[in-house]
């Protein structure tokens, strides 16, 4: 499609939703009965309700029309096929590989990646099976109860978003803890509760050269040496990276480093060795049933067609309200409580991929891209910020995710969280009119003057879009089949905008000026050359500090 192909599309789009503007989705649902069978679509067994959106068919066939328009499928098949469509950075983008079952090969420059990959699987699972059954101990001999991972990004959310959705499946007498932040804090508040005799790091970090990760791996290694010696380290430190030779230099033995390789983006690399910690938490088996999970939602986003593929119409819907409507905000609410980390795990996901503003060929977009992603999970937000998705003055398209079966057996709580899940969609979808809200307020005996003041304050809109997902229970299979399900999307969405989602330029400055602004803030440089405002905080900072 040329450049201009897409901003008329986006400008037909807007067409569309003017028209139907004038069609609120309550007035959609009671003209059609078959509406939800109409506008929901499964993948294995997780069920994807799209029918309380702005949407009808003709809306549907344009998206569907214009993800043709743009290639989806194409690119779709390039990135499979090993292409480098992470243009600026000249590499393939194959998180698929990492949990592709099949007997195929799976090709990069080439090479068949495959055998790598099996490789380093199964080094995950001698050495996870080990620290669980106590083959592997610490120095002193005693057996690990704590494994810390020290990294941060892509290479702390994943593995920390998962081993806290899957806690069903770990041992109490086997803790994961995740440090990411440079702020001491996270560090000490994580070691005060620990005994180096039983603790094991491992050190997350592609590149192993990011500056948190470096110091707080730095810290730990002198916690450590400082209670068992120098000689300890090798015990209690491992390392997961593509960058083998830094590893080494920082002291960790050779048969403890894992590696992955530049094919896989740190957002996307959970299914990595990155997931050691998760393994070692839950199990190898559950690890692996994790990448199934996810392998089969790839087969089904790389074969199922457009009009039934989850990830496609998530995507495309996502694109219809950023493009079409202008909202820019995007809410993920899990049901589940174990999925409290989601959001989080998202907004690196997503935003890091397609925040960006200049398309593959390097000119400006000339339209929005990448969602403000945030949420938190229901019943919490209810009582927060739900006020403003239902009243407040913007739009906010929500997921809801819900399993139909809680891991425990505890009633009445599951129906509860069921039925408030159901209440917030129906709510948003349906709203409440003026004439509703008097009739509610007569039956409650109010009179004409109180019902006139107060009607206004409790008339809900309504026709708020959103999606609802339904999986049986939040297994590690599910829970592999949504991420990925989440990542298709992303990539569905960055081909539309026309940007490289594999990139992320956007965190560099920052980096560069924190590693700059050092010195000065340690009081051993000038400051002379920075803003008014920098140096205001600068002068402030050091005078609080005397
Ligand atoms: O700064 C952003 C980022 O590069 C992320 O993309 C990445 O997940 C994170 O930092 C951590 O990087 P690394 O795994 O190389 O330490």
């Given at each position: 499609m040329?450049?201009t192909?897409r901003?008329a599309?986006?400008a037909?789009?807007?067409?569309?939703?003017?028209?139907?503007?004038?069609?609120?989705?309550r007035?959609?649902?009671?003209?059609?009965?078959?509406?939800?069978?109409?506008?929901?679509?499964?993948a294995?067994?997780?069920?994807?309700?799209?029918?309380?959106?702005?949407?009808?068919?003709?809306?549907?066939d344009?998206?569907f029309?214009?993800a043709r328009?743009?290639?989806?499928?194409?690119?779709r098949?390039?990135?499979?096929?090993?292409?480098?469509?992470?243009s600026?950075e000249?590499?393939?983008?194959l998180?698929?590989?990492?949990r592709?079952?099949g007997?195929?090969?799976?090709?990069?420059?080439?090479?068949?990646?495959?055998?790598?990959v099996?490789e380093?699987?199964?080094?995950?699972k001698?050495?996870?099976?080990?620290?669980?059954?106590g083959?592997i101990?610490g120095a002193t001999?005693?057996?690990f109860?704590?494994?810390?991972n020290?990294?941060?990004?892509?290479?702390d959310?994943g593995?920390?978003?998962v081993?806290l959705?899957?806690?069903?499946?770990?041992?109490?007498?086997?803790r994961?803890?995740?440090?990411?932040?440079?702020?001491?804090?996270h560090?000490?508040?994580?070691l005060?509760?620990l005994?180096?005799?039983?603790?094991?790091?491992?050190?997350?970090?592609?590149?192993?050269?990011?500056?948190e990760t470096m110091?707080?791996?730095?810290?730990?290694?002198t916690w450590?040496s400082g209670?068992?010696?120098?000689?300890?380290?090798?015990?209690?430190?491992?390392?997961v990276?593509t960058?083998?030779?830094?590893?080494?230099?920082?002291?960790?033995?050779?048969?403890?480093?894992?590696?992955?390789?530049?094919?896989?983006?740190?957002?996307?690399?959970?299914?990595s060795?990155?997931?050691?910690?998760v393994?070692?938490?839950?199990?190898?088996?559950?690890?692996?049933?994790?990448?199934?999970?996810?392998?089969e939602?790839?087969?089904?986003?790389?074969?199922?067609?457009l009009?039934r593929?989850?990830?496609?119409?998530?995507?495309?819907?996502?694109?219809?309200?950023?493009?079409?409507w202008?909202?820019?905000?995007?809410?993920?609410?899990?049901?589940?409580?174990?999925?409290?980390?989601?959001?989080?795990?998202?907004q690196?996901q997503?935003?890091e991929?397609?925040?960006k503003?200049?398309?593959?060929?390097?000119?400006?977009v000339?339209?929005?891209?990448?969602?403000?992603?945030?949420?938190?999970?229901?019943?919490?937000?209810?009582?927060?910020?739900?006020?403003?998705?239902?009243?407040?003055?913007?739009?906010?398209?929500?997921?809801?995710?819900?399993?139909?079966n809680?891991q425990?057996?505890?009633p009445?709580?599951?129906?509860?969280?069921v039925?408030?899940?159901?209440?917030q969609?129906?709510?948003?979808?349906?709203g409440?009119?003026?004439?509703?809200?008097?009739?509610?307020?007569?039956?409650?005996?109010?009179?004409?003057?109180?019902?006139?003041a107060?009607?206004?304050?409790?008339?809900f809109?309504g026709?708020?879009?959103?999606?609802?997902i339904?999986y049986?229970?939040?297994?590690?299979e599910?829970?592999?089949?949504?991420?990925a399900?989440?990542?298709?999307k992303?990539?569905v969405q960055?081909?539309?905008?026309?940007?490289?989602?594999?990139?992320?330029?956007?965190v560099?400055l920052?980096?560069?000026?924190?590693k700059?602004?050092?010195p000065k803030?340690?009081g051993?440089?000038e400051?002379?050359?920075?803003?008014a405002s920098?140096q205001?905080?600068?002068?402030?900072?050091?005078?609080l500090?005397?």
């Amino acid at each position: 499609m040329a450049k201009t192909g897409r901003k008329a599309t986006f400008a037909a789009l807007e067409k569309q939703a003017e028209r139907i503007a004038g069609r609120p989705m309550r007035v959609m649902f009671a003209e059609d009965p078959n509406r939800f069978r109409r506008f929901s679509v499964k993948a294995g067994d997780i069920l994807l309700d799209y029918s309380k959106n702005r949407i009808d068919e003709e809306v549907m066939d344009a998206l569907f029309a214009f993800a043709r328009h743009v290639d989806v499928e194409g690119r779709r098949d390039a990135m499979w096929a090993g292409e480098p469509i992470n243009s600026t950075e000249h590499r393939s983008v194959l998180h698929m590989a990492l949990r592709y079952h099949g007997a195929d090969p799976v090709m990069v420059n080439g090479e068949d990646v495959m055998p790598a990959v099996r490789e380093t699987l199964a080094n995950i699972k001698v050495f996870s099976n080990e620290v669980r059954d106590g083959t592997i101990r610490g120095a002193t001999g005693e057996q690990f109860t704590d494994v810390v991972n020290i990294g941060i990004g892509g290479s702390d959310l994943g593995p920390a978003m998962v081993t806290l959705a899957l806690e069903p499946y770990t041992r109490p007498d086997l803790r994961a803890h995740y440090v990411s932040n440079v702020d001491g804090a996270h560090m000490h508040d994580t070691l005060k509760r620990l005994d180096p005799k039983t603790t094991l790091f491992i050190v997350a970090s592609k590149t192993f050269t990011t500056d948190e990760t470096m110091t707080n791996a730095a810290t730990a290694r002198t916690w450590l040496s400082g209670a068992l010696g120098e000689e300890a380290v090798n015990d209690h430190f491992a390392a997961v990276s593509t960058n083998i030779e830094a590893c080494k230099s920082f002291g960790i033995k050779e048969d403890r480093i894992f590696g992955f390789w530049d094919w896989v983006g740190g957002r996307y690399s959970v299914w990595s060795a990155i997931g050691l910690p998760v393994a070692i938490a839950v199990g190898f088996e559950n690890f692996e049933k994790f990448l199934k999970g996810a392998a089969e939602m790839d087969s089904h986003f790389l074969t199922t067609p457009l009009e039934r593929n989850l990830p496609v119409i998530m995507g495309l819907i996502g694109i219809w309200y950023r493009n079409a409507w202008g909202f820019a905000t995007h809410a993920v609410l899990p049901y589940d409580q174990r999925l409290s980390r989601f959001p989080a795990y998202l907004q690196q996901q997503d935003m890091e991929s397609n925040g960006k503003s200049m398309t593959l060929s390097g000119k400006a977009v000339n339209w929005s891209t990448g969602p403000i992603v945030w949420g938190e999970p229901g019943t919490n937000g209810q009582h927060a910020f739900y006020q403003l998705i239902h009243q407040g003055t913007d739009v906010i398209p929500c997921d809801f995710l819900v399993a139909a079966n809680p891991q425990e057996d505890l009633p009445p709580h599951h129906a509860k969280l069921v039925a408030n899940v159901l209440a917030q969609s129906e709510a948003l979808m349906l709203g409440k009119t003026e004439r509703e809200v008097e009739v509610e307020l007569k039956a409650q005996g109010l009179d004409e003057d109180a019902i006139k003041a107060l009607t206004p304050h409790k008339v809900f809109p309504g026709n708020r879009p959103s999606n609802t997902i339904m999986y049986p229970r939040l297994t590690p299979e599910t829970l592999g089949a949504i991420v990925a399900l989440y990542e298709h999307k992303v990539f569905v969405q960055g081909t539309i905008w026309n940007v490289n989602s594999y990139d992320q330029w956007g965190v560099e400055l920052g980096k560069q000026l924190a590693k700059a602004l050092l010195p000065k803030v340690e009081g051993n440089a000038e400051w002379k050359d920075h803003d008014a405002s920098t140096q205001g905080l600068l002068a402030y900072y050091h005078e609080l500090r005397k």
